[in-house]
């Protein structure tokens, strides 16, 4: 079945504690992003990826890294957590560049205490 | 860069009415405008599409205009239904192009009334 693996689904960590949200898909897309849903804020990107060893800072990347050293994976790290950084994140991709559908993956619900 | 306005941010309609979101974005070279629909606790799916050589397409219930002048485009829902209360995202993009990115309005959540 063609689709976006992310995970964990539920996170809760401490201030300062490296973590990494990881995103996997099937489907061989060159393209791949990452989002953070916050109330009243809709879908912001933090990075993405046009395709292996590429990526590109998105509208809010303060705070977050990523990787792309296969097409497949593309995790997101958070170096040290802050507080402002509980969201809900979602993974994308799509076969390639951002005009064609998006797919995403199941989100993941952070919290920073 | 671009930008993406989308009104309204709420919108409560009687079950079987329609529904209409409406949404503007400032970068005249956009050419690809989705419509994405995000029920509650799952993941946003796309509903519509539109590239901007078209100025309008349906999909049963469901349908998008584009105004390629006025840059704005809008969702259209007739006859709504109980499983049509989401929240639905618009966006648009450029695309071919080494900074591309996708840009998302913030959202109308939609409920339908019994």
């Known amino acids: 079945e063609a689709q976006v693996t992310q995970n964990p689904r539920y996170l809760i960590t401490v201030t300062g504690k490296k973590l990494t949200v990881t995103c996997s898909q099937n489907?061989?897309?060159?393209?791949m992003s990452w989002y953070r849903q916050d109330p009243g804020l809709g879908l912001r990107q933090i990075y993405y990826?046009?395709?292996?060893?590429?990526?590109d800072k998105g509208d809010v990347p303060e705070g977050y890294k990523v990787s792309r050293k296969e097409k497949r994976n593309f995790p997101l790290i958070l170096e040290s957590p802050s507080p402002n950084q509980t969201s809900l994140y979602f993974c994308?991709?799509?076969?390639?560049?951002?005009?064609?559908?998006?797919?995403f993956g199941s989100g993941t619900q952070l919290s920073v205490l | 860069g671009e930008n993406v306005e989308q009104h309204p941010s709420t919108l409560s309609v009687q079950e079987g009415d329609s529904a209409v979101i409406k949404c503007t974005y400032s970068?005249?070279?956009?050419?690809?405008f989705p419509w994405y629909k995000q029920e509650l606790g799952k993941r946003p799916q796309l509903i519509i599409d539109?590239?901007?050589?078209?100025g309008e397409k349906k999909d049963q219930r469901i349908a998008v205009t584009l105004n390629k002048t006025a840059k704005h485009f809008s969702l259209h829902i007739t006859e709504t239904q109980p499983e049509d209360s989401a929240v639905y995202f618009c966006?648009?993009?450029?695309?071919?192009?080494?900074?591309?990115?996708?840009?998302f309005g913030k959202g109308t959540r939609l409920h339908i009334l019994p």
């Open positions: 994308a991709s799509s076969i390639r560049v951002t005009n064609e559908k998006l797919f």
């Open positions: 489907m061989n897309h060159e393209y």
């Open positions: 990826s046009m395709n292996v060893e590429v990526t």
């Open positions: 970068d005249s070279a956009s050419n690809y």
């Open positions: 539109i590239r901007s050589n078209v």
């Open positions: 966006a648009a993009s450029i695309g071919w192009n080494r900074d591309d990115k996708i840009i």
